[in-house]
């Protein structure tokens, strides 16, 4: 008797240390103020085995928060309020059991529309599109934000002829895969600010290392970097081309750019998102505008992309995507059709297909998978 109930204990254990590897948390981050009627925040329960999912929570009246980003403990998240000259960022409590968000508090963006956000144990910092600035918030024990400690406002332009570089416009803030910098893409001025981070200070938390130009028109939107922290790759909004670069100390030295849509391919491209396998063997990004396609890229062991295909997003408008943490799926917001795309993902090309499973939600962008 002893004996079988030591056998099911282990069962048990082993069923339950299953299923907490293969159901994670996927938070959905909306637009609010369109006609489709987002509600908030969306949290559902995503199955890595079968790419099924389930509602378990909503975090409502919170306005337009289009990115999200989780503490490094998976206890708070944070999220921008893109609303205009009135946008603010937003502090939860974080319940990854239920998926539940609990408002804690928020501050002034100190910026027009925020665009992006990222967190660790010290500080929350974002990207003001609108106000061509980023801002560093101090986090508090209790999970809530501090008004700004820091302010760094950008002031140039670039070329564009539609009117998109006629100021600063700072459209993301990312950690480097040391800790010791922030990356931050000015699509406005057709630059990357390296800043050297100093997390515990208060007024000095970010202080300029380098500035680099890229392609005199091309808005340099989000940039990725390879899981063993030697490369990096930078898409570009306007022409959605790809730049890779040696990263090492706070340097990117350009190695190579790669075009995502054909040469004869017409119309407004608008790239907006990009992102490396967990293994590091592939590439994926995505465009908008008149294409509205994925691109894949497999990466050499030089740091070299190597196309591999173009697929299209099945919706409109593909803001953002993710790849579950599996890697067996590749989910993709598409903003004006109202849905997220669920793809296979075979991890031996990169080759993605449809899996014909979507999850119907208004106006989402950010996907940001926990557990």
Same mark, same amino acid.
């Given at each position: ?6 056998? +099911? ?17 996927? +938070? ?8 489709? @009627?987002? &509600? $908030? ?33 998976? #206890?708070?998240?944070?999220? !921008? ?17 239920? $998926?539940? +968000? ?37 986090? #508090? ?34 950690? *480097?895969?040391?800790? #010791? ?5 000015? +699509?406005? &001025? ?6 050297? =981070? ?12 380098? !500035? ?30 790809? *730049?890779?670069?040696? =990263? ?8 190579? &750019? ?51 295909? *173009?697929?299209?997003?099945? $919706? ?11 890697? #067996? ?10 849905? !997220? !795309?669920?793809? @296979? ?10 899996? $014909? ?15």
């Amino acid at each position: 008797m002893k004996k079988y109930n030591l056998l +099911l204990l282990l069962m048990s254990i082993s069923f339950a240390a299953l299923a907490q590897q293969t159901n994670y948390n996927l +938070l959905i981050g909306t637009y609010t103020n369109t006609p489709a @009627k987002s &509600e $908030g925040i969306y949290t559902y329960n995503f199955n890595t085995l079968t790419s099924s999912t389930k509602l378990k929570s909503i975090a409502k009246n919170v306005a337009n928060p289009s990115f999200i980003a989780i503490s490094p403990d998976k #206890k708070f998240a944070y999220s !921008v309020n893109e609303t205009g000259s009135t946008s603010t960022v937003s502090a939860f409590k974080y319940n990854s059991v239920n $998926g539940k +968000l609990t408002f804690l508090n928020k501050v002034e963006s100190e910026g027009a529309d925020p665009c992006y956000i990222t967190a660790d144990n010290d500080n929350v910092i974002v990207a003001n599109y609108s106000g061509g600035s980023l801002a560093v918030f101090k986090r #508090k024990a209790d999970g809530s934000l501090n008004t700004a400690a820091l302010i760094i406002k950008h002031s140039g332009k670039s070329i564009d002829p539609k009117g998109r570089q006629q100021s600063a416009h700072v459209h993301m803030v990312k950690f *480097t895969p040391d800790r #010791k910098f922030l990356i931050c893409n000015d +699509l406005g &001025e057709d630059q990357i600010y390296i800043y050297s =981070y100093f997390p515990k200070s208060n007024k000095k938390t970010l202080s300029i290392k380098n !500035v680099l130009k890229t392609t005199p028109g091309s808005g340099p939107r989000h940039i990725t970097f390879s899981p063993n922290g030697k490369f990096a790759y930078l898409a570009h909004e306007f022409n959605g081309s790809i *730049t890779g670069y040696f =990263y090492a100390n706070g340097s990117l030295n350009k190695i190579q &750019e790669i075009g995502t849509t054909p040469k004869e391919f017409e119309g407004r491209i608008d790239g907006a998102d990009i992102h490396v396998s967990a293994d590091g063997k592939f590439l994926y990004e995505t465009n908008r505008g008149d294409a509205n396609t994925i691109s894949v890229f497999s990466i050499l062991s030089t740091g070299i992309l190597r196309f591999v295909e *173009t697929v299209s997003t099945l $919706g409109k408008g593909p803001r953002n995507f993710s790849i579950d943490p599996s890697g #067996k799926f590749l989910l993709v917001a598409n903003q004006y059709t109202n849905d !997220v !795309v669920i793809f @296979k993902r075979n991890k031996l090309t990169g080759k993605l297909t449809d899996s $014909g499973k979507k999850i119907e939600v208004a106006a989402p962008v950010n996907l940001v998978f926990t557990k």
